[in-house]
């Protein structure tokens, strides 16, 4: 399924990826964990860069586009200490990346393909989280609900791609997609329901899990089928 190279670029992600868990919560190591968030997505963006020159140049400037909001969002996230403006600002970042990746998953969607029965659950699902969240939100309940809806769009796009790309493709873009669903509900529930044991860890590997799988899933488009 992998080829060498992208066995040895995964162990390199997998470093930087350990490397960010384990300075994330120790505050003696902030200047490195400063480096290694952002350097997550960055290496996907970089990988993606010299990797990606056979795709259409539609879905290769959307991809960097939609990779370069979410490395701007982790690095607002990562002063929302400072600042509340910052968990706005990231929202917006990843809010705008989220609707890059959907424009590149309509690039293949399937007009013969139904997803009422996907889009039930994900409803369900999405109901099931804002539960939870809602009473808690305050001038955030507007921005979190069209954010919850943009991100449940994206997961859709994803699911719609089946039987358009080769099954490699759409499996991984697809799981990606739904790793992205968790790590924000994961996230959202951390901050605005109340706080979960290892929140740091499952919403950084969940996150980073999606955004590999999605990068690699796209790569695998001009594979055979």
Known sequence: ??????????????????????????????????????????????????????????????????LIFSVLGDIFLLFV?????????GLVAFLTAHIMYILVFLKHRNPQKSAISFVVLLLVYAVSVFYFLNGNLGAMLIPVIIYMLVILIMATTAYLRKGKVNLLSYGLVFLGALFFLVSDSIL???????????????IMFTYALAQYLIVIGLLKLNESR
Do not use: D
């Not at 995964?10 to 505050?27: D, K, M, Q, R, Y």
């Not at 200490?81 to 600002?89: L, N």
């Open 81 to 89: 200490a400072q600042s509340p403006h910052f968990f706005t600002s």
């Open 1 to 66: 399924m992998l080829s060498q190279t992208e066995k040895h670029f995964s162990l390199l992600f997998a470093i930087i990826v350990c490397i960010e868990l384990l300075t994330g919560s120790i505050t003696a190591l902030n200047t490195i964990h400063y480096i290694a968030k952002p350097a997550i997505v960055i290496s996907l963006l970089v990988w993606f860069i010299r990797h990606s020159k056979t795709l259409s140049k539609t879905i290769r400037r959307t991809t960097i586009l939609a």
């Open 188 to 202: 959202a529930l951390n901050k605005f329901y109340k706080p979960l044991a290892y929140s740091n860890y499952t």
